[in-house]
């Protein structure tokens, strides 16, 4: 076991599989010699050469569809969009291309290609530097979409999208980058897509998030329990597809839930956690099912106030969670 921030564990997991598998490729803007915008592939072109750290035009279109040809040739293309906010210029490669390959194939062909992207706020980012994506692309079926929470997971899902042969858009909360430290195996460590994990047994409300508000989440349920409070603390880390047999297993457990996540509220992925939860542990519940969100405001605002109003934080989450462990 090694200690690392998840900006090192990405880079070790990209690092390890270019080793292991030669076609393993990354592409993306500035990922070259200057390592990337975060320094995510920092060393990687010296490491392995121009032909496998490509440095891009600025044109995510242009990127996404060099990607899927090469995936479609036989290699496996790391892209590296530099900010979750540009990669709409891609969307149509990403939905009516990537998603749809094996399908319109009838499962003749795959397309072994991972998204990379930060996204949320939080670091004063303004308008085009803080969205959060993870509800309109999870939306899209054939996608596969992750959120890691913390070094561990961020490489061992890393791992896995490279492995996985379908498109996979992997999501890192950049304030996460350099904030969160923690313990990352020494072994392959691989992290199966699509398998939440609980991060703190409770018994009396369980939190359900992923990416930063996790920690939020976590930090809440010490507070909580300071109080007498036992909260279950869920980390999804796969928005799609959902583990939603941990999702009905923690409702089931305590009763109670409260969904937090960084994105908008209308048609968000606490919408859908909800869904699962009302179709299937509805007699288990002994309150509504809660949810905290940014707002539905069209993006998160440079002065730091308003930064501060829109997004989730700790003293928030555990004022809901009172209120729901009140009922």
Do not use: W
Request: glycine share 8%.
């Amino acid at each position: 076991m090694a200690t690392r921030t998840v900006i090192e564990a990405i880079r070790e997991a990209m690092d390890e599989e270019m080793a292991r598998d030669p076609s393993v490729f990354l592409i993306g803007e500035d990922v070259g010699q200057r390592g990337g915008v975060f320094l995510a592939s920092d060393g990687l072109f010296k490491k392995y050469g121009e032909y496998r750290v490509i440095d891009s035009p600025l044109a995510e279109s242009l990127i996404v569809g060099v990607a899927i040809g090469a995936a479609v040739n036989g290699m496996r293309p790391i892209v590296e969009i530099q900010f979750a906010d540009f990669i709409a210029p891609a969307f149509n490669q990403i939905v009516e291309e990537a998603a749809r390959f094996c399908y319109r194939s009838a499962g003749d062909f795959n397309l072994p290609i991972v998204i990379r992207t930060p996204y949320g706020g939080g670091v004063h980012g303004a308008l085009y530097h803080s969205q959060s994506i993870e509800a309109t692309y999870g939306h899209i079926p054939g996608l596969k979409v992750v959120a890691p929470s913390n070094p561990a997971d961020a490489k061992g899902l890393l791992k896995a999208a490279i492995r996985d042969p379908d498109p996979v858009l992997y999501l890192e909360h950049k304030r996460s980058y350099r904030l969160i430290r923690g313990e990352v195996p020494g072994n392959d460590g691989v992290v199966p897509i699509g398998k939440a994990e609980v991060k703190r047994e409770g018994t009396h409300l369980s939190l359900i998030a992923y990416g930063l508000m996790l920690h939020y989440c976590l930090e809440v349920a010490e507070k909580l329990a300071t109080e007498g409070v036992s909260a279950e603390v869920l980390d999804l880390r796969t928005i799609k597809p959902m583990d939603e047999a941990a999702v009905i297993a923690t409702t089931k457990k305590t009763g109670k839930v409260l969904v937090v996540h960084e994105d908008n509220r209308f048609a968000g992925i606490a919408a859908e956690v909800m869904a699962v939860i009302m179709e299937n542990a509805f007699d288990s519940l002994d309150a509504p099912v809660m949810r905290l969100t940014g707002p539905d405001v069209p993006a998160m605002p440079f002065n730091h106030v308003l930064e501060e109003a829109f997004l989730p934080n700790p003293e928030r989450i555990l004022a809901k969670a009172k209120e729901l462990a009140a009922y």
